[in-house]
């Protein structure tokens, strides 16, 4: 079922940094005459030409608002995306949201729906093939509830499909979103340690995509009204070893049972800026890579970044805010001060390591 419909678009979680995304995109694209949004938490500043509703995906009143305001096109993208410690809870945002959007979605008459989901749905295990695509199965992690929740949601959308096959549905699958105004569990791992850990000497591949080439995803599929799943990944992947290197980290072995007694204290003492529950480990093992070939046949997708330039573009990112922090910081904290220049220091010297390196290739 092709060609969304010119009408009505609502966003779930429309106060976050993708929806203000697809907002800005929507509030100009002529398939849009009206805009809703729902969120537990207002915007940060007012939007024009959206009508929002504060309200919890996990209430009724989200059935209720789509329901009222009868969208011809739901963007669902509420989602507990910060491994929440508390599981219940993040599952009751997770599962609890989506079965209330799809009462009203189904309710209401609304023709479409857009889901956002990831691709940890390929699961992260030995033996995996790189370079899964939209057919290979999908796999439960049982000690991820982040990833356990996508792979729920998938099933249940694809129940609601079969069960309601005038309602087109669109799935996206993204890698790890990196980018200046992205923040996540794998960039924690990789910024907040003091080294890059090789679970069992292991050194798989970490693959990435873009801000911008993620809002280009969502953008093709809703002007080109495409249904189905699409990975959104960029091009290629990075070595563990190799995004060691380019941020100036050793890369140290340590056992699983190690690894995961550590991730296990750092998430209980909330020493990590997000949740890091100890089943994360496998994600650091084991490779979990998608295949874009689908996005760019049928959708035209054309990343502007590669896994590598993506990372790349963050470390250089990050070295304007330590720079920034170190400008505002006090004297008086000679200690704070060293340790950001430091920091600094590192960043840079790996940066320019890879730009030589870049260079070398070229010639």
Not at 142 to 149: E, G, K, T, V
Not at 273 to 283: C, H
């Amino acid at each position: 079922m092709n060609g969304f419909p010119v009408g009505k678009y609502l966003i779930t979680g429309s106060s976050g940094y993708l929806a203000g995304r697809l907002i800005d995109f929507l509030s100009s694209w002529e398939g849009c005459d009206s805009l809703v949004g729902i969120d537990a938490k207002p915007p940060a500043s007012p939007v024009p030409g959206i009508t929002f509703y504060k309200a919890n995906i996990r209430d009724a009143s989200t059935t209720e608002i789509i329901c009222k305001e009868k969208p011809d096109c739901v963007i669902h993208l509420a989602f507990a995306v910060d491994f929440l410690r508390k599981t219940k809870e993040e599952q009751s945002v997770n599962i609890g949201g989506l079965n209330r959007v799809l009462a009203g979605v189904k309710a209401s008459g609304c023709s479409r729906l857009v889901v956002t989901s990831s691709t940890v749905v390929y699961g992260a295990y030995q033996g995996i093939e790189m370079f899964q695509d939209e057919e290979d199965p999908t796999c439960i992690h049982p000690h991820l509830p982040y990833a356990r929740d996508k792979v729920l949601s998938e099933r249940i959308c694809g129940k609601f499909s079969r069960e309601n096959p005038d309602v087109g549905i669109t799935i996206i699958r993204p890698a790890i979103v990196v980018g200046p105004n992205w923040g996540n569990l794998w960039a924690a791992v990789f910024f907040v340690l003091p080294f890059v850990p090789l679970i069992n000497r292991e050194d798989p591949s970490f693959q990435f995509i873009h801000e911008d080439d993620l809002v280009q995803i969502y953008r093709l599929a809703i002007e080109k009204g495409m249904t189905g799943t699409f990975n959104a990944t960029a091009d290629g992947a990075i070595p563990l070893t190799e995004i060691a290197r380019m941020i100036g980290k050793p890369a140290i072995p340590i056992p699983t049972h190690t690894a995961k007694a550590a991730m296990w204290v750092l998430h209980h003492l909330r020493i990590m800026p997000v949740g890091s529950p100890p089943a994360v480990v496998d994600f650091f093992t084991y490779p979990w890579v998608a295949d874009n070939r689908k996005a760019k046949e049928i959708l035209g997708f054309s990343p502007a970044y590669s896994s590598r330039e993506a990372f790349a573009q963050v470390l250089r990112e990050r070295v304007r805010i330590l720079r920034n922090l170190a400008s505002k910081s006090s004297r008086g904290y000679r200690l704070y001060n060293f340790v950001l220049k430091l920091a600094i220091a590192r960043l840079e010297r790996a940066n320019r390591e890879d730009d030589e390196a870049d260079s070398s290739w070229d010639t």
